[in-house]
């Protein structure tokens, strides 16, 4: 695998399951040095140690991405680990608040809110002075097809990530100067542990109902959103800021 990462420092936060996983694995088998990020310290320690053995670099940081103060705290420990910031993928978030818009509880409401939209705010607002610091850099941010779409009984979820493309636009646009580009995921179905127990009573059905979703007839892997995510925070994305862009399976083409 190449070495496009050679001495790049990034910062993944969701990092110990599902795509943030996948693309740590991926980003530091290409050079960088990884910074990880999550709640779990046993999982995230488990992951630094394979990431290790591979012949890669990583710490982990434990994080709760919802709450300012550990952004900022978690921009500020990459920094002193590695003495710079190079990119970062914002990657927490979930559904958490599901049902009809009239059912759905205001604390819940904000809850889903601060998972999925805030915590790429504060992702932001500390990651972008720290890349400023090391002459540019790049942010992917994750978004959802729902980001673009509408579904039933997801009004909380779809409305944060609605919110994640237009803060990823504007933010792009306060940035694009000062050599710093940032992007959004449209991602569809993705087969995470996530996906395997929220959509049928067995991991298989939830897996063929989630499949059967999207026009190529199946979901994503999360080596494949890596591999996209790992494109957008190259050199070889460098003309790309502002964009949503989909990798969906065709979800949100028709």
Known sequence: MSARFAEKVILITGATSGMGRAAAERIAAEGAKVVLAARGKEAGDAMVAGIRAA????TFVPADVTVEAEAAGLVRQAVEQYGRLDGAFN???AATAIGPVTEIDGDAWHADLALNLSSVFFGLKHQIPALRTSGGGAIVNNASVLGVTGQAGMASYSAAKHGVIGLTRSAALDTAATGIR????????????????????TPEESLRAAAAMHPLGRIAQPDEIAAFVAFLLSDEARFTTGAALAIDGGMTAG
């Open 55 to 58: 012949g890669g670099e990583a």
């Open 182 to 201: 940032i992007n959004a995921l449209i991602t569809g179905g993705v087969d995470t542990p996530l996906t395997r127990a929220n959509l049928g009573p």
């Open 91 to 93: 990657n927490v978030g």
